[in-house]
Structure formats: C-alpha cells, structure tokens
C-alpha cells in the first residue's frame, strides 16, 4: 500500500458541472430524509435515464437503448473497427439509498465524453458510456441484469420473474424501457469485442477515509459464498421444560453466530464473514425454539479461501451441535467466483493518480459491481474514491466534491491511455 505523488496536471473534467448534474439526478426519486429510491424499471429509475440520456447528447454521444435495457451513449474514434472502450455503472438505487453508488459513475463517464469533446480530442478507438439496468436487483429479480446479458449470462426463464411491485414481469418491464426481451441474445459481446471496461465507483467502505487516500486501484471484486446453515432442535414449553433438558436451536445458533468472526483474522481464511440473516421457528415467547436459520455470508479474493472458511464452518457446526444436543445442517446455496481485475489497467489507474498528483492505495472491492461481469468480456478496471464515514446504501451516504472531481479526472486520463492505443 504504497502512496505516491507528482507534480504534473493534464486534462481535467468540469468538477462544477459534474456536481451540478448529479444534484440534479439526486432530485429523481429523493426521499424525505436526504436519501434517493430508484427502483429499477419504475416511474424514477425511467426518469432518471431520461435525465442522463440528455445529458448524454449534449456530451455529443449517440444514444441508444440495448434490447437489455442498457443505457448506451457512443462517440467514434479514429478507427472505426478498432473494439470500444466502454465506462460505465448504473443509476438504479436501493430504495432510501444515496446519491453516489452506481450514478456517479455513470455521470463521470458522460463528463469525461464531454471533456474530450470541448476539448477536440478525438480517440483512436470508439467510446461507448453504459448505464447497466437493475444492477441493484431489489425488484425481485436477479441483480445486474444489463451486465450479465452483455456477458451472455442471463439465466433461463429470468424475463418471466415477476418485477416486485409493478404488476409485470421482467420482460414487460424491459420492453417499456426501450429494451427489447425477445432479442435478448443480441445484447451479449464476445470476449475481445470490446477493448477495456473501466468503471469508477464510490468505495462503499472505510479503508480511503480512513487512510486519508484520495484513490483506490481496485485489485479485483471478491468473491462471494452464501451458505444457509439450519439448526434442529426440540420445540418445548418454555415454562415447564428444565434447561438441562433442553435442544434449543436458537441458543446453538447463537452460539455459532459468535463463532463465525473467527473465520477471518490472523488466524482465519477469509477477508470478511456476517450472519445476516436469522428466523426461528416458531417463533413464540413462551415456546423453546425448535428451529433456527441462519444465512452466512463469507467474502474473499481467493476462491480457495472461501472453500476452506465453508469447511471449517461446517467443523464449528458439527462442535456446537454435539455440545447442545441439537443436529446442525450447512449448505452452500450460492458461489460467485473472485473477479481479478486486469493487471494492466490498475497500472493505468496508478499512472494516472501520479500524473495528478493524487494518493493511491491497491485495494479489493468487497462490494459486487458490473465491473465483474464485465471482465467476463473485456479487460478491466476499477477506480475508488473515498466514501465519508464509509457509508453507502443510505441516505446519508456522501463523497466530497474534491474527491468526485479526483475521480473524473482519473477516469478521464485512463480514458486517454486506452483510447490512444488502438
């Protein structure tokens, strides 16, 4: 973690116009208390797009919607056969979420088109800037559906999900988009297609803040691995059965809630691990839990880690069941691999944090993005700024001006390094 200044000051964005806009954006869908909710597919999320899409043609891009609902602004280059350079995020949000996550991204990209443009820089190869759709995924329906499908990994029967309070399915909801479900497949680009995949993202976390660093080079995204462990007891009076004679199920998932944090650490496998979720069956006063769910949550960049941390979970379950009496089940329900990202394109990041002058530190996104479906298609990388406090998901979730205006300005010279290297 090495943090490293110079001197030099190349090409910047407009930081006054870039916060301008995302004020703007921030009024699509506020909420009472300061936050914003843009669902994607609903009334908000579909203004914003309208928002950005305008921006996107004072930029000088020509804009368009992808049969997947993605937002797509393109602006040529000298040679016209050469694979794009996409930047991109998304704009939906969680509901009652902040102002930055995803939409900052995407208006930085539209800044930087908009730089190159006032500035009569013309790239060797196209740029393309996306808004992905439903990156969020809190429609019930599966989350960062526009990157998946461009990566070729939608799943079948997706389009038939009905969208969570809309009275419609996924594929209704794409079509009055501007999508177009029945063409699907068309969205999706081969590996090579594009030439890189850059995405600048708050960090949704503490490390910059509390580093005092101004950017993050983003090694990769972690992966992830759920598991539901489901403790058996014996459900009983609570009044008449004696302690000892108990199996009660919560009291071993209690047990083995607190023994989860010893899964990361010194002496542990993986980078995080939470229990975050926990129902008890049946769930009365009066009664001696018979049963309890619990849904762990362990996150790691190496796939061999978090295999390890299933294993010794499995191990702690098995201790705590003999020791209470009750019988504990563990099953992984869901694997998502750790998304390296392109060794080249952090050296690109680096580089262009020394030309402004700016701190870095090389760091792992414990978040998921687009970014990691993304590198599925192309070569990519990830650029943090710092998150006040480290929040993010809330209304109170901030980033400020100094630090959005550091960014652009990253994602611009970045724009510039792999933009003339066709």
Partial sequence: MTTTTTSLRPL?????????????????????????????????????????????????????????????????????????????????????????????????????????????????????????????????????????????CTEPGELELPVAGQDRTLAEALDAAGGDSRRLGSVRREPGSVAAYLELHIEQGPVLTGSGTAIGVVEGISGRLTAEVTVHGQANHAGTTPMTDRQDALLAAAELITRVPLLTGPDGLVRVATVGDCAVSPGAWNVVPGRARLVVDLRDMSEEALVAALGRLRVMADDTAERTGTRIEVAEVQRVSPTPCDPRRQESVRRTADA?????????????????????????????????????????????????ANGADVLLGCTLLEGMEA
């Fill in 12 to 152: 910047r964005v407009d930081a006054d116009r870039l916060l301008t806009h995302l004020d703007r954006l921030r009024a699509v869908g506020a909420t009472g208390d300061g936050g914003v909710t843009r669902c994607a597919f609903g009334r908000e999320d579909v203004e914003g797009r309208e928002f950005v899409a305008a921006l996107m043609r004072e930029a000088g891009l020509d804009v368009s919607v992808d049969a997947a609902a993605n937002l797509v602004g393109r602006r040529p280059g000298r040679l016209s056969a050469a694979p794009p350079l996409v930047l991109g995020s998304h704009l939906d949000t969680v509901p009652g979420g902040g102002a930055y996550d995803g939409a900052y991204g995407v208006l930085a990209a539209v800044e930087v088109a908009r730089t190159l443009q006032e500035n009569g820089v013309v790239l060797d190869r196209p740029l393309a800037v996306v808004a992905f759709s439903n990156e969020e995924g809190t429609t019930g329906t599966p989350a960062m559906f526009g990157s998946r499908a461009m990566a070729g």
């Fill in 356 to 404: 402004l002058g700016l701190s870095h530190v090389t760091m792992p996104s414990g978040a998921g993005h687009d970014a990691q479906w993304m590198a599925r298609v192309a070569p990519t990388g990830m650029i943090f700024v710092p998150s006040e406090g480290g929040s993010s998901h809330v209304p109170h979730e901030r980033t400020v001006p100094a630090d959005i």
